[in-house]
């Protein structure tokens, strides 16, 4: 009878484990099978080499643009190692950092804060780079520069990409809703 009973007991042992595997596999497939329906979100920055102030920011979603907004990098200046004044260097940038209540001494309010990135001629690290606008800490409008958006002038910066105050606010709920990419492309 004893046996029997350790017979039994290694039987429902294994039948256990062979299910515990079975839904672990079964886990995993379908966990991998999620990851791989996961949406792929890009975030990409085609700089305008005629009018630096009049690039694109474009977020799409499996390569269907989700939305489109005019952005602006630099002084004008397309020489990606001029530091403070020229466009953002061309490549993947790592996206370190991304707040609605940023304070820092340039950029206040919505701010997405990207990596280190030296620019293509290799003399210079590009550091502090931000996709930003012009506003408060909180959001809303001040009543002088430069927390204030006027328009056109407002486009450039010190090589960060500009973005208006409502379309960086619309990018943050877009990006919350579609899921944030881990880097921005930037393009010419």
């Not at 943050?172 to 930037?186: K, Q, S, T």
């Amino acid at each position: 009878m004893a046996t029997g009973t350790r017979w039994v007991r290694g039987i429902c042992g294994v039948s256990v484990v062979l299910a515990a595997a079975a839904g672990a596999a079964a886990v995993t497939g379908t966990a991998g099978a999620s990851a791989a329906a996961r949406p792929q979100v890009t975030l990409v920055f085609d700089k305008n080499p005629a009018d630096p102030g009049r690039s694109t920011l474009t977020v799409s979603r499996d390569g269907e643009r989700q939305a489109r907004y005019r952005a602006g990098s630099g002084d004008g200046s397309t020489d990606d190692c001029a530091a403070g004044r020229g466009w953002l260097p061309d490549g993947d940038w790592r996206i370190v950092l991304k707040d609605r209540r940023f304070k820092g001494g340039k950029v206040r309010g919505y701010g997405i804060q990207l990596g280190n990135m030296r620019c293509a001629g290799g003399t210079v690290t590009r550091t502090e780079m931000f996709v930003h606008s012009e506003m408060h800490r909180d959001g809303g409008q001040g009543d002088t520069e430069p927390r204030r958006w006027d328009g056109e002038e407002d486009y450039l910066s010190d090589g960060c990409v500009k973005l208006r105050p409502e379309d960086i606010k619309d990018l943050f709920a877009r990006l919350d809703d579609l899921g944030w990419p881990e880097r921005l492309r930037v393009i010419a």
